[in-house]
């Protein structure tokens, strides 16, 4: 069975058209040289890229998925289903609600913590605690 892990964006990293690399046009159209300049992205989506490249490379059997922090649509119903089965409706929907904050880690559904507190070393070990048989 394949364990499926999502990292919820931090608020930092969920904005709307993604600089010019993907075709924001508010900086003037160059005509005979590129317009893109080198440009850094904030802290936290640095930590979110380094862990999601950490956990494709030692962990290849691993879905790993990143998800916007405002996709409840999905974050909600997922983390619900999962964690109804292990600790009740109660407790399951206060994980669910839990799941939706910007910057956690969910394995099968699972919250394991956030991804800024635990660093990508850290969340290569939860995600690989939980894979190992």
Same mark, same amino acid.
């Given at each position: 069975?394949?364990? /499926?892990v999502v990292l919820v964006r931090p608020w930092a990293d969920a904005q709307a058209g993604s600089g010019c690399c993907s075709g924001d046009t508010r900086e003037a159209i160059a005509l005979? &040289?590129? !317009?893109?300049?080198? /440009?850094?992205?904030? &802290?936290?989506?640095? !930590?979110?890229?380094?862990? #999601? ?7 290849? @059997?691993? @879905? ?8 409840? &649509? #999905? ?9 109804? $089965?292990?600790?009740?409706?109660? $407790? &399951? ?11 956690? !880690? ?7 913590? @956030?991804?800024? @507190?635990?660093? =990508?070393?850290? !969340? ?8 190992? =048989?």
């Open positions: 069975m394949t364990t /499926h005979d &040289a590129p !317009v893109c300049r080198a /440009h850094e992205s904030p &802290a936290e989506a640095q !930590v979110l890229g380094s862990t #999601y490249r950490l956990l494709r490379e030692r962990l290849p @059997d691993v @879905d790993v998925q990143i998800v916007s922090v405002s996709n409840t &649509a #999905y974050l909600l119903p997922t983390t619900y289903r999962a964690a109804r $089965r292990r600790v009740g409706r109660a $407790r &399951a929907l206060r994980e669910a609600s839990r799941a939706t904050t910007a910057g956690a !880690v969910l394995v099968d559904g699972e919250l394991i913590g @956030d991804i800024t @507190d635990l660093g =990508p070393d850290g !969340v290569l070990v939860a995600v690989g605690n939980r894979v190992a =048989p």
